[in-house]
């Protein structure tokens, strides 16, 4: 939370004060670059587990899940995103982040994840 908190606030700002995407990711880049906000600290993750998260239009719901926040790095050496694995990735450059994303079985009420039951 520390250091993935302040991005997120820094993001929500830029939105609401009217920038663009692509103006929202230039003023990220020059608060990166004048330490503004600090570099992303290994060990953050959230967790995913309400049946109630929407990801937005474009994604609906999606499986209960946990989430790693790292450094940005190349998620194949994590083993992500490859064929047969259960660790996906996101690699988002402008947060200088590398998010890695773990499906569970079960939500938070207990009950099966349906993609999960065969």
């Known amino acids: 939370m520390r250091t993935y908190l302040p991005i997120t606030?820094?993001?929500?700002?830029?939105?609401?004060?009217?920038?663009?995407k692509a103006q929202m990711f230039d003023s990220l880049k020059a608060a990166f670059d004048k330490k503004e906000l600090p570099p992303l600290e290994p060990?953050?993750?959230?967790?995913?587990?309400?049946?109630?998260g929407y990801l937005g239009d474009g994604n609906g719901h999606w499986r209960p899940h946990l989430?790693?926040?790292?450094?940005?790095?190349?998620?194949q050496t994590w083993g992500a995103n490859l064929a047969s694995s259960p660790i996906l990735a996101a690699e988002v450059p402008?947060?200088?982040?590398?998010?890695?994303m773990i499906p569970v079985?079960?939500?938070?009420?207990g009950t099966a994840d349906q993609a999960d039951v065969r």
Do not use: H, N
């Not at 402008?94 to 890695?100: A, G, H, P, V």
């Not at 079985?105 to 009420?109: F, I, L, T, V, Y």
């Open 43 to 52: 060990g953050a993750m959230c967790y995913m587990l309400s049946k109630d």
């Open 105 to 109: 079985a079960k939500w938070s009420d």
């Open 9 to 20: 606030i820094k993001k929500t700002e830029l939105v609401l004060a009217g920038q663009s």
């Open 94 to 100: 402008q947060d200088r982040l590398t998010i890695f």
């Open 67 to 75: 989430m790693f926040f790292v450094p940005q790095t190349d998620a």
